[in-house]
């Protein structure tokens, strides 16, 4: 994928080439990661072993909607890994609201990144109940969905039919064996994609492995 729009960029550390984004709190680190000043401009380096959204660019993503002043609604934050890096992209003028049910990950997410970033907004509720997110206005560019649930493309499809715009890009992490153990993995994805078709034009999808085992991405285009 062409780095057109300096939404991320590959800084030399160590002899080879790394992605990074441009670090929107100089000085803090969320997960260890490395930080590297280039010209007075300070990186963090975005491990793909780590995030998803990073393992999928060096896996060819062809499409990257995050953005200067994008809205993103993100399922499953975590302790907050992806949405530092996509909140160092989308810039002070842009939103995540990110989403996490478990109060222990929930926790570290508010410690270690909610609270120190004026465009992050955690929400702590179940993603099967949008109507419950009062914090989340209008409808967004992006909805990202990393919850690793068996339901979680219906979980998914109701979120982008509260939130995300016409045209917006949907983002789906599906990790094969939490969906069932007993079916090979293209068919799980297959199958998940088909259950898209009617509401999303599908994109693209993206294997994971090495960065991840027993994932894939799959991008796809809410109809208009
Ligand atoms: N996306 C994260 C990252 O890249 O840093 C990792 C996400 S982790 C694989 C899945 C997360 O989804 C867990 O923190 C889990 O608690 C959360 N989760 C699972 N089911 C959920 C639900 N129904 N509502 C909200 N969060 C959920």
Known sequence: MEEDNQSFFWIKSEGQERLATENMIPGNQVYKEKLIIKSNIEYRLWDPFRSKLAAAIM????????????????????????????SDIIGSSGIVFGV???SRVARDFLDRVASHRSNVIPILQDARKPKEYFSVFGKVDVVYVDIAQPDQTQIAIDNCEMFLKKGGYFFLVIKTRSIDVTKPPKRIVAEEIEKLKSRFDVLQTIDLHP??????????????
């Open 211 to 224: 960065y991840d085992k027993d994932h894939a991405m799959v991008i796809s285009k809410f109809k208009s």
């Open 59 to 86: 896996n060819e993503l062809e499409y990257f909607p995050f953005e200067n002043k994008s809205q993103v609604l993100y399922l499953g934050a975590s302790t907050g890994t992806t949405v530092s890096h996509v």
């Open 100 to 102: 996490e049910h478990a």
